[in-house]
């Protein structure tokens, strides 16, 4: 097991620094600089502040600085827009609000979607079962951006029972969790329907029905467990997903996460703003999935390492 | 007696009857039509693409044009009507949303097909090569595919587009480069089972190069998982420009596509303008529906193990 998670290790920090160099590489091979302006700056200006920002060292040297920087100090440096702001305070101010939202719908998308899946599967054939196959085709079509104005519309503009955007007590947390997490909802469980259906029809449930276990304890001792496999390795993508989707989030609701720093910052052509938080996206992904990989083998015993 | 002209006719009608027999294709054929939500979704894709190459014909105004009767009361005035030629109303600024609708669904389904066109060409020759090959080349290339999979695509694909301004071309580029990778990691699983088979063995046996037998014979047997997953990518990619044009980092203006207009008509609905949203988000449901059950369709079709 050690083992296992040191070579995983061996491919997830060059993936980190792969994903640092390139991004750098591309901020590098735009045309125009940051202080590219529509008046033009007086060359000594320019040349002053590109001393400043060390923009006018050979390009290895920024990219070692650049890496160094991230690594020993978590420091992605200072905004090119905003002069008195550096990275990191943009991120301490966005972050926790994206992972407020993020994480209750991640957990409702996996609690909801996988009572709902097991749910279908044990009754199959039944009205209820239809209507959780039918929600769960329907969420396909239902990604955040679209939840998004619909919710508003329905709770908003109709009902008029919910805040339309902005972040403080529970109350806003409602439509951001329900327009992130709906379409992961639906994908859960309608995988997790599947392959319940599977465990359900194999040997070892017919073997723990037959000594009489009551079914409760089969569905939960016996067949939960096997039919979590495939739920656990959508978990890795539906992350990723998640993640990007709180971007929109952030644009619809104004909760001020750090999706909307990512579009302003890429609406100002502020470079350094949408490195760090593509890195810091870019490590918790990897993060995530280094987590996903151990609880699969955790959970299932036939993975030997 | 026998008649040896009628004798020659019948054992002809029955060589030929014999030759007749259903293939595998024809089966899968055969499956698919008695498939109904297949079917009407193959309709309804139809009738969009209908709507899209011919949609132009049918509109009054362009979809340039600012209508100087509705602006500034597009609430009031822009409502979808038969009599003024905006048959799905006017947007904000008074052009109409039937010929805004008409290029949207070009563009999306454009983005999406040739993002799909992309992802099976590429996709397929990498992950038929790393499977035919095998071994440390096999390794690595599909180790460079998990590392790229790690990457958080729309964050980068974001960056591209800023990086390298905002075209159509770009927006293909930059969602090519990634939809691939999946693709590749399926079809190197079906590589991995196809390559020992006897045929290969033969292929091999009688002195065919490595990439005739990629092309010729690893490539046409890949055929059927191919088809099914791009005919699943095609809404994702669909999905993937919508979300990007939603931020208003997609396509530019005067270009539009599905996402554009759903975020269009999502930011003026509380004027009471509910049609700027309602018709673009129709047709993005819909299609994407009907992609999803097509693709179900033919993996149910085409799946060996349902025979």
């Excluded at chain 1, 735009?30 to 007086?42: C, K, N, S, V, Y």
């Excluded at chain 1, 992972?99 to 279908?120: E, N, R």
């Excluded at chain 2, 060589?15 to 008695?34: I, L, M, N, Q």
């Excluded at chain 2, 397929?124 to 440390?136: E, F, N, P």
């Amino acid at each position: 097991m050690f083992g296992f998670i040191l070579r995983r290790l061996a491919v997830a920090i060059p993936t980190l620094l792969l994903l640092i160099v390139l991004s750098f590489l591309l901020m590098y091979a735009a045309p125009g600089g940051p202080f590219t302006q529509e008046r033009a700056l007086p060359p000594q200006v320019l040349a002053n502040l590109n001393a400043k920002y060390g923009l006018d060292d050979p390009l290895w040297r920024q990219i070692v600085n650049y890496v160094w920087g991230i690594v020993a100090h978590f420091d992605f440096g200072p905004s090119f827009i905003y002069p008195d702001r550096s990275v990191n305070q943009i991120i301490a101010a966005g972050f926790p609000i994206t992972l407020t939202y993020g994480g209750i719908a991640f957990v409702v998308a996996v609690a909801v979607g996988v009572s709902l899946g097991v749910t279908a599967a044990i009754r199959q054939n039944t009205w209820l079962d239809y209507c959780a196959v039918g929600l769960s085709i329907g969420a396909q079509v239902l990604p955040n951006f679209v939840m998004a104005p619909i919710l508003v519309l329905v709770f908003t503009l109709w009902l008029g029972w919910l805040p339309g955007g902005g972040w403080g007590g529970p109350i806003f947390w409602i439509m951001p969790v329900i327009a992130l997490s709906t379409s992961f909802m639906a994908s859960i469980a309608r995988i997790t329907r599947s392959s319940m259906l599977e465990v359900l029809s194999s040997n070892h449930i017919r073997t723990a029905r037959a000594k009489g276990l009551p079914e409760r304890a089969v569905i939960l001792r016996h067949a939960l467990k096997p039919a979590m496999l495939p739920v656990i390795s959508y978990l890795g993508p539906a992350f990723v997903t998640m993640i990007t989707g709180s971007v929109v989030v952030d644009m619809y609701f104004s909760t001020g996460g750090i999706g909307r720093s990512f579009v302003d910052s890429a609406l100002n052509r502020d470079y350094a703003v949408m490195m760090g938080i593509t890195i810091l996206v870019g490590a918790l992904t990897i993060l995530f999935s280094l987590v996903v990989d151990l609880l699969y083998a955790w959970i299932d015993p036939k993975i030997r390492y | 007696m026998i008649d040896s002209q009628q004798m020659q006719s019948l054992a002809a009608r029955m060589s030929e009857t014999e030759v007749k027999g259903r293939s595998p294709w024809a089966d899968a054929r055969r499956r698919f039509r008695r498939n109904k939500a297949a079917m009407v979704s193959l309709c309804v894709l139809a009738l969009v693409a209908l709507f899209a190459i011919f949609g132009n014909t049918l509109a009054v105004w362009s979809n340039e044009e600012m209508d100087f009767n509705v602006i500034g009361q597009a609430a009031q005035l822009g409502a979808p009507s038969l009599e003024n030629g905006h048959y799905f109303g006017t947007d904000d600024l008074g052009r109409d949303l039937f010929s805004r609708t008409v290029q949207g669904t070009q563009v999306s389904l454009m983005v999406g097909l040739i993002g799909a066109a992309i992802a099976v060409i590429v996709g397929t020759l990498y992950g038929a090569t790393a499977g035919y090959v095998g071994g440390r080349t096999d390794a690595i290339m599909m180790r460079t595919v998990d590392i790229l999979l790690a990457i958080p695509y729309m964050f980068v694909l974001i960056l591209l587009l800023v990086v390298f301004g905002r075209s159509l071309s770009m927006l293909f580029l930059g969602i090519g480069l990634i939809s691939w990778l999946e693709m590749s990691r399926i079809v190197r699983g079906q590589t991995l089972s196809l390559k020992n088979r006897e045929f290969i063995e033969a292929a091999r046996a009688t002195g065919v190069p490595a990439w005739k037998i990629i092309l010729r014979h690893i490539v046409p047997n890949l055929l059927g998982v191919v088809a099914v997953y791009a005919t699943l990518l095609v809404p994702l990619m669909i999905l993937s420009e919508s979300f990007i044009s939603f931020l208003g980092l997609g396509v530019q203006e005067p270009l539009t596509s599905w996402g554009a207009l759903i975020s269009e008509g999502a930011g003026t609905m509380n004027y009471g303008t509910l049609w700027q949203l309602a018709f673009p988000l129709f047709f993005f449901c819909i299609t994407l529906f009907a992609f999803f059950f097509v693709g179900d369709g033919l993996r149910d079709a085409l799946d060996p193990k349902d025979r």
